[in-house]
Structure formats: structure tokens, C-alpha cells
């Protein structure tokens, strides 16, 4: 591999402060406690932020209460201005917000820069969109907000996840009440003061900080009137049982574990590209990551070979250096999930990484591919959440079909193949919210996103976005 100097992108861009309050009514405050959040890179912690107890979550939800008598009268036209407003904000400060996103959640540079923050801009702007034509979303001529959301999100895309909740959530004219994930409060407390900046009214948007309590008294609460949460599918069936009976409205994104199916005729080293791409793009930390390789037995070997090629030029370490590709795992919880499971994997499959060092500090896990994957081995099964890649081979469509769907999940999928009505014939029997054609992890607003079974329920993005957030 060619050596290149450390190309580090300056931190100096953002001004991380000692302490952080929560975000209600407009003003940052103190909360019940406090807790630290670290930089996965380097363990260093990086600031206090402020912990909400149920008597914090109860005036963040009265606020949005209050918010919501306003809010939701303002002709959609001027809702849309805001939120204009803030998208313009959002290109405005992209640096700081990528630099800090890299520094909170390990992610590199070069996606948080290029993946991330443009797609949380242009979240916010197809929304803005939206604010003044909700009569023409198929919803009927008039249709009405909900009221308050109790959103509670996780740390792989901090501020993506936070755009596909409050940009739909505010365009049909609700308010939110959102909260970030412990390991990853800091671009949303970021966010906050963006808030501040585009003269948001005060209680449009608030955001409490905290652990699972935080979000369990949020979801609970009982003005809020919609819940939206992404993260596991075990935390996801505890709200799914809580809310159930209440008059809440409720959408899930849960886990996921993709096949990404390989055909003969395939462009090889496009598609060992999208391999890449889909299983180590940020860590594999990734609800749609291509987990799972299902590839033609008659050119396994070739893919393999290649793979395993390409594995070894992956850079990991420093994730403000612009040419890693692979950076720190988010936290030490997640890295020993990460490890235990691969573990696991080796005692049932043959485990290679391509020989790469990792830095002393913080937390860090090899790209690894497992081969001799069988689809009842729990590698084959599991949400891994992590650079792990679970190779299988078929020999037949209907074979790869079935093996594709042979899981509790049904987030995403990819094909790879040069016909384009082999596509389509496999794309229709793929029980998945999302299939790729010929590429993987790509993300736009305009297209929904969502999925089957243990995946969750409800879709988020594009027009079908909005049905979450208005009373049809
Ligand atoms: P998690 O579900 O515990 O956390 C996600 C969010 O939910 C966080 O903000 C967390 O504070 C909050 N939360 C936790 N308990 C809650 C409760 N009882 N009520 C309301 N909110 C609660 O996920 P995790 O522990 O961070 O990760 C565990 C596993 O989940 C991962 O290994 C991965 O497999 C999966 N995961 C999936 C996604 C996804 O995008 N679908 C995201 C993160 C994690
Ligand atoms: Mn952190």
C-alpha cells in the first residue's frame, strides 16, 4: 500500500465547549445531572452534557405543546421559509458540523464532509419543499399535523438521523421533542444553536439529552402524540409494546442484515467496489449495511481474491485524516458486540483481515471477512453492526433468493448483475424496503426508506415521509 503524510483536517473549525445544557423552549439549561461524552479515536472526553430526568422531558414536551398552537397555524409557506433557512445555515456551517461529527462519533472525514452533512442539508431542503404542498402529498386537500413528536434516534448517523426526523416532522407542521444518542449528543446540541441562529420560535424543536431513561421517559410521556425511533429491534419492541393501546402514533427503524447478491455476469470489480462500500462504509455501523455476501459459486473465487485485494488498501485509524476510510468504532460497548460475535464467527467460519495496525488508544476493529458462512451459523443471522462481512455462495436465482431471505430483517438489498430483467425479477421477490441495482448505501430524499418484518414499520423519506407526520 502507498504510504501517504497524515492529511488531518483542522479541528480548530470547531469550538467544543466545556459543558452543554439542554435545548427547551428556545434556551440551552441545566438538567438533572450530567454526563461525558468521549472521542472514540482517542478515549479523550470531550464535554460534559447535560442529563434529562422525566421532570426535564415533561417541560421539553411542554413546550413543544405550547410551540404547537403557533407552529401549526403558520401558513405552510412561512413553516418552509424556516426551514430554508435553516438548510442554507446547515451548507453554511458543513464543515464544522462534518468536523465535529468525525470527532464525536469516530466516523471519517470523508464521509461525515461528503456523505453525511450534504444529505442533512438536502434533507432539510426537499422538506422546506413540501411545507407548502401538503395538499397535493395524496393526503387529502387539508391534511393536519399530529401534534408533538417524541423522537429518539442512534449514534451511527448523529445528525442524517436527526434530519430525516425533524425536517418531516416540522414541514407538516408538528413539534419535536428529539434525543440524541448518549455516545453522539454534540451535532445535535450543534444543531440547537442553528435553531437559535434562523429565529426558529422557541419550543419548535427541542432536544434532550441522556441514556436509555431519558428516551424511555420521552416515549412514555403522555402529550407526546407520535413516537419515532430508530435503533435495535429490542429497544424497538419495548416502545412497540409500551405504546400500544395508547393513541400514539408510532414508526420504527430497526435492525438489518443485507445481502448483497453477486451474479456471474456482474461487473467484478464494480461490484467488489459496492462490497466495500456496503459493509465498511462507517464501520459497518450502518442499519442497510451489506452484511451478508451472496455470490454466484462459479465466480466466488474471483470475488474473493479480489476482495480480499481491495481489503488490504483500506486505511483505518485517525478519522480527521482525509484518507482513512475506515475510523473508530463508536464506543467500547459496541466494539466488544463487535468482537464477541466474531468470536463466534470463528468458531463456525474461516475469519481473515488483511494485515493493518490499530492505534494503542480508543476503539478499533480490523475489516473482516468470514468465508464458509452457512445460513445457520449467527453470523449469517445476527446484526453484526461492524466492519464484518459473512460470505455465502449460491448456485441458482432462486437459490440466492431464498438466501437473501432467510432472516428476521428485511432493511435492504443489493443485486449485481449485468441484466437489467434479472434485476427486476430479483428486486420483486426480494422481501426488502430498498433493493440497489448495481450499487449500495445511496441515499436520497426523495426516495422512502423503510422496512420488512423485524426491520421496523412505517417508511421515512420522500413523499411517503410525510404520511408519519400528518393525522390521515
Ligand atoms: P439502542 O436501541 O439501545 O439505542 C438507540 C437509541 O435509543 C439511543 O438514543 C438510546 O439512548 C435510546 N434508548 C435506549 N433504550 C431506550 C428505551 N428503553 N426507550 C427509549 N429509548 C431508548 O441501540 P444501542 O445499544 O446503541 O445499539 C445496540 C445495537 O442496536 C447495535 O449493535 C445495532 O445492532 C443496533 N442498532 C441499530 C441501529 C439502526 O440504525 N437501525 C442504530 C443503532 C444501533
Ligand atoms: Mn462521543
Known amino acids: 500500500m502507498f504510504e501517504y503524510a497524515p492529511a488531518p483536517e ?8 466545556p459543558s452543554y ?9 441545566d438538567g438533572s445531572g450530567a454526563f461525558k461524552t468521549i472521542n472514540p479515536a482517542t478515549e479523550e472526553p470531550l464535554a460534559e452534557v447535560a442529563l434529562a430526568d422525566a421532570g426535564d422531558v415533561d417541560k421539553a414536551v411542554a413546550a413543544a405543546r405550547k410551540a404547537f ?28 458540523l462534518a468536523v465535529l461529527e468525525s470527532i464525536d462519533n469516530g466516523k471519517p472525514i470523508k464521509e461525515s464532509r461528503d456523505v453525511d452533512l450534504p444529505l442533512v442539508a438536502a434533507h432539510f431542503f426537499y422538506y422546506a419543499g413540501w411545507a407548502d404542498k401538503l395538499g397535493y402529498a395524496g393526503f387529502g386537500p387539508d391534511p393536519k399535523p399530529i401534534g408533538v413528536a417524541g423522537q429518539v434516534i442512534p449514534w451511527n448517523f448523529p445528525l442524517l438521523m436527526l434530519a430525516w426526523k425533524i425536517a418531516p416532522a416540522l414541514a407538516c407542521g408538528n413539534t419535536v421533542v428529539l434525543k440524541p444518542a448518549e455516545t453522539t449528543p454534540l451535532t445535535a446540541l450543534l444543531f440547537a444553536e442553528i435553531c ?72 467484478i470489480d464494480q461490484a467488489v467496489e459496492g462490497i466495500v462500500n456496503g459493509i465498511f462504509f462507517n464501520q459497518g455501523h450502518v442499519c442497510c449495511a451489506g452484511s451478508r455476501l451472496l455470490v454466484q459459486e462459479s465466480v466466488a473465487e474471483e470475488v474473493l481474491d479480489s476482495l480480499k485485494r481491495r ?25 466488544s458486540r463487535i468482537r464477541a460475535l466474531a468470536e463466534i464467527g470463528e468458531s463456525e467460519a474461516d475469519r481473515w483481515s488483511p494485515p493493518c495496525e490499530l492505534p494503542a488508544k480508543g476503539f478499533w476493529f480490523a475489516p473482516t471477512v468470514f468465508t464458509g458462512v452457512t445460513q445457520a451459523h449467527r453470523i449469517a443471522q445476527e446484526e453484526i453492526f461492524g466492519p464484518v462481512l459473512s460470505v455465502l455462495t449460491f448456485r441458482t ?76
Open 10 to 17: 483542522s479541528a480548530s473549525i470547531v469550538d467544543i465547549k
Open 21 to 29: 445544557g439542554l435545548f427547551i423552549d428556545g434556551q440551552f439549561v
Open 69 to 96: 398552537k403557533k407552529w401549526s397555524k403558520l401558513p405552510g409557506k412561512e413553516r418552509g421559509k424556516y426551514l430554508f433557512r435553516i438548510a442554507r445555515i446547515l451548507q453554511e456551517r458543513s464543515r464544522e
Open 196 to 267: 437559535q441562529q434562523a429565529d426558529l420560535p422557541p419550543g419548535v424543536v427541542n432536544i434532550v439529552t441522556g441514556a436509555g431513561e431519558t428516551g424511555s421517559a420521552l416515549v412514555n410521556h403522555p402529550g407526546v402524540d407520535k413516537v419515532a425511533f430508530t435503533g435495535s429491534t429490542e429497544v424497538g419492541r419495548m416502545i412497540a409494546r409500551s405504546v400500544a393501546g395508547t393513541n400514539k402514533k408510532v414508526t420504527l427503524e430497526l435492525g438489518g442484515k443485507a445481502a448483497n447478491i453477486i451474479f456471474e455476469d456482474a461487473p
Open 311 to 335: 481489503m488490504a488498501t483500506l486505511r483505518v485509524g485517525d478519522p480527521l485524516d482525509k484518507n482513512t476510510d475506515i475510523g473508530a468504532i463508536n464506543s467500547a460497548e459496541q466494539l
Open 397 to 472: 436465482p432462486a437459490e440466492a433468493v431464498e438466501k437473501a431471505n432467510n432472516t428476521p430483517y428485511g432493511l435492504s438489498a443489493g443485486v449485481w448483475t449485468e441484466k437489467g430483467s434479472r434485476i427486476l425479477k430479483i428486486a420483486d421477490k426480494l422481501r426488502a424496503g430498498v433493493v440497489w441495482a448495481n450499487t449500495f448505501n445511496k441515499f436520497d430524499p426523495t426516495s422512502p426508506f423503510g422496512g420488512y418484518k423485524e426491520s421496523g414499520y412505517g417508511r421515512e423519506g420522500g413523499r411517503h415521509g410525510l404520511e408519519a407526520y400528518l393525522n390521515v
